[in-house]
């Protein structure tokens, strides 16, 4: 998968904002990605920290831009843009203040077109990378919230790596049929980047109507929406999960729609089911989860792991960059 998104990355080279530019790990990675000549980073913080930061570390990052807050030529134009953008909700010294932060400073770098994508959330929370995202980039036209997936890879006996795509596992708690559309929606564009020909299951503890309650209503009601709302896409469910990716559970439950059986895109009821499922795939499945990709934005901006390794920050930089 990583070197389909390399060689398409190749042809157009990104850049993509590091907002923690003094962290080791950003530092290695940016210096792998440097190396291989196919996205540029552009890390936030002090030069001089920077420099001494990847000299005590050992990391080549010659290269790299790096953009400082406290001195950057383009403070004046970025605090006026930030204004208009919050539309009265922060005065010019609020927003001043706010741009010294690496978050926000990083995510105006994007906005102004500075950046191709941004990644950041290495020393801060997911809240801290989202809220600047959607006050700032804010939601794609049509859009109402922003989602997120996880895109699952475990290596095949056949060579080729197995993909699946699991949403919403990080962000909507509890998302109503409407915003389970939206999040059907976009996590399927997401997954045709990453290789995967999405059949769709919205999963429930019910296989058609075989359980009864709420929570089954309104994931089979949220199918529903999904199925007329993209035609050319294969949806299926309500399901349970065995229901969903055995052929024989299927088979046995009567699913005759294409999807019962073979689904590998995967719409969770809530967060608590989402979140669970894709750790039960990444610990017992051995899948490695990628994630969570932030959807629904007008630009690329996703967030990392506090506990995430170097080769982490690697891949999820190159998972940013494809999707912008």
């Known amino acids: 998968m990583f070197g389909q998104l390399i060689a398409t990355l190749k042809k157009s080279p990104k850049t993509i904002v590091f907002t923690e530019g003094t962290d080791p790990r950003i530092l290695e990675a940016s210096a792998r990605l440097l190396s291989g000549n196919f996205l540029k980073p552009v890390l936030v913080g002090n030069p001089e920290e920077i420099a001494a930061a990847a000299e005590d570390a ?45 978050n926000y400073f990083g995510t105006m770098l994007v906005k102004m077109g500075k950046a191709d994508c941004l990644l950041g959330g290495a020393t801060y929370s997911t809240a801290d990378t989202v ?3 959607l006050q700032l980039i804010k939601t794609k036209p049509g859009n109402k919230i922003v989602s997120s997936c996880f895109i699952m890879v475990r290596p095949a006996a056949s ?32 997954a045709k980047i990453f290789g995967v020909d999405p059949k769709v299951a919205f999963l429930s503890y019910s296989t058609l109507g075989s359980g009864k309650g709420e929570d089954v209503d309104k994931m089979r009601n949220a199918c529903e929406k999904a199925k007329a709302a993209m035609p050319n896409t294969p949806i299926g469910g309500e399901f349970q999960f065995d229901a969903a990716v055995s052929p024989v559970v299927a088979k046995t439950k009567h699913i005759t729609d294409g999807v019962g059986g073979h689904a590998n895109t995967f719409i969770f009821p809530d967060i608590n089911a989402g979140n669970i499922g894709y750790k039960i795939a990444q610990r017992l499945g051995n899948f490695d989860a990628y994630g969570p990709i932030l959807l629904g934005l007008n630009a690329p901006i996703n967030d990392l792991s506090r506990g995430c390794n170097a080769q982490e920050v690697y891949s999820m930089a190159i998972i940013t960059a494809a999707l912008a």
Do not use: H, S, W
Not at 60 to 76: F, T, V
Not at 77 to 101: F, I, W
């Open 58 to 102: 050992g990391f080549n990052i010659r290269g790299a831009e790096i953009a400082d807050p406290a001195n950057y030529p383009e403070m004046d134009a970025m605090v006026e843009q930030m204004v208009e953008l919050r539309k009265g909700k922060m005065t010019p010294e609020q927003c001043r203040d706010a741009l010294k932060k690496g």
């Open 131 to 133: 809220r600047p995202a």
């Open 159 to 190: 060579g080729e790596n197995e993909v699946l795509a699991m949403a919403d596992c990080a962000i909507n708690i509890k998302p109503n049929e409407d915003e389970l559309v939206e999040i059907c929606r976009e996590t399927v564009e997401c």
